[in-house]
């Protein structure tokens, strides 16, 4: 009894109370304070804020509540605190009991939230661990003491990189592109300054030895990050006519160290590789050993051998494909005579009919639709499938790129040029082009940037000079513009049309024409009808214009009249309307 008087006269005393309720009052606002901080991003400091105010207000409620409770009247505060007590929804317990629940409800919110966060950051994190897996393969070592045979070390470099880029696994792969490592060539750098130079995780190495048709791979994967590790090295003996299931072996052991899954169809194909001619694989590696020279005499001593490997074994869809590619690479240069785009489609539809799992080939299928017949809804699914087939594939990032402008979609042009640069950061090409497209969507700093970069990458580069003398132009630096110009028309002849479309665009005429004559005499074929159009056009002579625009066969640029802005003085002409009725874009 004496214990209930006294928790009755605790509780009905007005100091007690008050503390009650701020006490426990207090604690919740903390709680609500912690949940909205933690889930709206807000800031820490105004939980602190709260902290003290609450402190400060704590003696202040004290005082107040003394102060009131000594007044005797009927209405002072004692006797209604005593009047609330008589009402059980309106008890000092009704209100405690009532704070607690808010209390708890708040943390169970708080609790759950945590956790839907805590389960959002391991998905986070693994995410993480799904993050891009980065890998090199850097140019192989000659040891098979033939000078004679760097042609066959090349090749099977390339092979082993081919190979690496057709691997789905569930973690996203990006391989190096060759001519990328092909810069780090007999570099003194160290493993971990390369690859921090390209960006990426984990390199190869490797070098060659072999006699007859035999040949010696010895390998090892290194880690380059925290700090430099062999993970694995291993030697392999192969015949030239395994050639191709040994790298797929070597592929999938590279992803297993690397702890990238493979899928147990990807295994299965790896089992599947077919066997090769072993004559007509030299052939196509010396082939393309030659088309990576990239000079003018290189590039038709590459068709010869492709040719032969093509006469060794009619059924070797490589030579077809690289065939393919050669003449792609002819057609868009001085050196075409005019029939490289069909002879291309010809070598890529034999192609595909003795392999359909081959990326290059689709990507092959892919320019002929764009740049010879025309067909782009066919372009675009063939560039499609070839990036689905491999993704690493930089050249083909970049002609999709330029598909996707003549469509109209420039966002995803430079998005697709970018992987193109991503792929392969060390080819100018990739920066240069860029450039332009950075200078038709008026980003013009941009365009300087990364065309200066082409020029860091290879010097006196002639599509960096190119876009350079464009870019000075359409921002009226034309004494720069000239320069540019000049020089490339200097260093290279066949540009000689660059320097003429920009004395016409500022007004220099005798100059143009003068350009335009030499061109014209010296003999057309499609490359010069076309820089023939671009001056034409820019002097404001349509006839011209448009004489050179219907030259056939047509140069693989023809297309882009229907869309870039130099020919914007074309479009009124009624010609212009019947050229882009013949071309059908994709609406």
Do not use: C
């Not at 001519?179 to 750098?189: G, I, Q, R, W």
């Not at 809804?377 to 087939?389: H, S």
């Not at 028309?489 to 335009?516: C, F, N, V």
């Amino acid at each position: 009894m004496e214990q209930e008087d006294f928790f009755k006269k605790i509780i009905s005393n007005p100091l007690a109370q008050t503390f009650l309720i701020y006490v426990s009052g207090g604690w919740a606002v903390l709680e609500m304070a912690d949940y909205f901080i933690s889930n709206y991003n807000l800031n820490d400091r105004i939980r602190d804020v709260i902290l003290v105010i609450l402190l400060i207000g704590f003696p202040v409620a004290i005082f107040f509540t003394w102060l009131f409770s000594k007044e005797k009247k009927e209405n002072t505060i004692r006797n209604v605190w005593k009047i609330r007590l008589k009402k059980p929804w309106f008890s000092i317990p009704g209100t405690f009991v009532l704070i607690l629940l808010l209390f708890f409800t708040s943390r169970f919110v708080y609790l759950n939230e945590t956790s839907l966060s805590k389960a959002r950051e391991t998905s986070s994190l693994n995410s993480r661990n799904m993050a891009e897996v980065s890998l090199a393969v850097l140019p192989f070592s000659n040891y098979t003491g033939e000078k004679d045979q760097e042609w066959l070390v090349e090749g099977q470099h390339e092979t082993l990189i081919n190979e690496l880029s057709k691997i789905s696994p569930v973690k996203p792969l990006r391989i190096i592109s060759r001519h990328t490592v092909n810069a780090l060539k007999d570099s003194e750098k160290s493993i971990t300054e390369m690859a921090n130079e390209i960006d990426v995780d984990f390199l190869v190495e490797a070098s060659v030895q072999g006699s007859g048709d035999n040949i010696i791979l010895q390998l090892q994967l290194i880690q380059a990050f925290p700090k430099e590790s062999i993970i694995w090295a291993q030697s392999f003996t192969s015949n030239v006519s395994d050639i191709l299931r040994l790298h797929s072996n070597i592929a999938a052991l590279i992803a297993q160290k690397i702890n990238l899954d493979l899928s147990p169809e990807e295994e299965q194909q790896i089992l599947d590789q077919r066997q090769v001619n072993p004559e007509s694989y030299k052939a196509y590696l010396r082939g393309m050993y030659q088309l990576n020279q990239l000079t003018p005499e290189s590039k038709e001593k590459g068709l010869e051998f492709l040719h032969e490997a093509v006469r060794i074994d009619p059924g070797e869809p490589f030579a077809y494909a690289g065939l393919a590619l050669g003449y792609l690479e002819i057609a868009h240069g001085p050196l075409d005579t005019g029939d490289a785009l069909t002879k291309a489609e010809a070598a890529a539809s034999q192609a595909i009919k003795l392999d359909s799992t081959m990326a290059e080939i689709y990507a092959a299928l892919a320019e002929v639709y764009l740049y010879k017949t025309w067909e782009f809804e066919k372009a675009e699914k063939n560039f499609k499938k070839a990036l689905e087939l491999n993704p690493n594939l930089a050249l083909t990032h970049y002609h999709y790129s330029w598909a996707l402008y003549l469509f109209g979609r420039m966002e995803e042009a430079i998005h697709e040029h970018l992987l193109a640069k991503k792929y392969d950061p060390f080819n100018p090409l990739h920066s240069a082009w860029l450039g332009l497209l950075y200078m038709y969507d008026g980003q013009y700093e941009e365009a300087e940037k990364v065309t200066l970069e082409s020029m860091e990458i290879e010097k006196d580069y002639s599509v960096g000079y190119y876009v350079l003398g464009r870019i000075y132009l359409e921002t009226g630096r034309t004494e720069e513009a000239i320069e540019a110009h000049k020089k490339l028309a200097e260093l290279y002849p066949w540009w000689k049309s660059a320097l003429g479309y920009t004395y016409a665009r500022l007004g220099q005429i005798e100059e143009a024409k003068k350009i335009k004559k030499e061109i014209i005499e010296s003999g057309v074929n499609s490359w010069k009808a076309n820089g023939l159009l671009h001056i034409s056009a820019a002097l404001g002579d349509n006839d011209e214009a448009f004489r050179w625009l219907n030259y056939e066969p047509h140069h693989a640029f023809t297309a882009w009249v229907g869309v870039m802005p130099e020919y914007n003085n074309l479009h009124d002409d009624p010609r212009f309307d019947v050229f882009l009725k013949k071309l059908n874009l994709p609406k």
